[in-house]
């Protein structure tokens, strides 16, 4: 317990937590190795100019595989705690990044302070939040990868988001900031607020690179509501709906 509220405590003040050696190596090589089944197969949604190849069913299609990643054991206690049993899964969504890859800074709750306003307009509406469980299956070492954040960067709303976005000038601002660098290894886990500026990429373009992306949510999330994935079927999608994890209640 005195682990989980430290964990917790650091999720709320850095608005990220790294998680060392959330799968074992026989998950993370079961799974890395269905991710590149999955494109040899040809599953993927695309490839988009920053060089993110992405798959949205392999959930579906596999769920033996796949599913275990969904409120895994090593992620299950913090979400759980935050989230209880309100926890949703709203997208699952794995990665490769073939190539060149330099991701665009983007939140993946691109509404948060949108919602976050509205909300206070309303005596009865509640704030939606939302939170990333990103696996990692390489070693993300130095000179090799990296995911980065904006320092602080889920305690005040960026500029340049409304009333329309402007990329470029989000962007700049994302660069201009003072960053937070991780290394996620092989195995390894990253739980962030999905509101939180940041970016992942390869600094070496030929290493092998791939993840697997758990967006979790707390409703209201009305349709409309601004998110980088859409969101999955209800029925289903909550992980402690009957199962709560090992020693929480
Ligand atoms: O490490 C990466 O490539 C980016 C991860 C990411 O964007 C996410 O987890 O939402």
């Not at 993927?44 to 579906?60: I, K, P, R, S, Y």
């Not at 709750?109 to 990333?132: I, M």
Request: some cysteine; overall charge negative; glycine content about 8%.
């Amino acid at each position: 317990m005195d682990d989980l509220n430290v964990k917790l405590d650091q999720l709320e003040r850095d608005g990220f937590v790294l998680i060392k050696g959330a799968l074992s190596p026989e998950e993370t090589e079961e799974v890395r190795s269905r991710i590149f089944h999955a494109r040899e197969q040809g599953w993927e949604e695309g490839l988009n100019a920053v060089g993110n190849m992405w798959f949205d069913t392999l959930l579906d299609r596999e769920p033996g595989i796949f599913g275990p990643l969904v409120g895994h054991p090593s992620v299950a206690p913090l979400l759980y705690a935050m989230m209880g049993k309100q926890c949703q899964l709203r997208s699952f969504r794995a990665h490769i990044n073939p190539g060149a890859y330099t991701q665009e800074w983007h939140m993946d709750f691109y509404g948060y302070w949108n919602e976050k306003r509205e909300t206070e307009k309303r005596r009865l509406a509640v704030q939606p939040s939302s939170v990333n469980t990103t696996f990692y299956f390489q070693d993300n070492v130095a000179g090799q990868g990296h995911l980065r954040f904006v320092k602080n960067g889920h305690l005040s709303e960026p500029p340049h988001l409304y009333p329309r976005i402007e990329h470029e000038a989000f962007e700049k601002w994302c660069y201009a900031q003072e960053h937070v660098v991780l290394h996620p290894m092989a195995g390894d886990a990253v739980v962030f607020l999905s509101h939180i500026p940041h970016q992942g990429a390869k600094e070496d373009d030929d290493m092998e690179r791939c993840n697997v992306v758990c967006h979790f949510q707390t409703c209201p999330m009305y349709e409309g509501v601004w998110y980088v994935s859409s969101p999955r079927p209800f029925k289903g999608s909550f992980p402690f709906h009957k199962t709560v994890p090992a020693g929480m209640d």
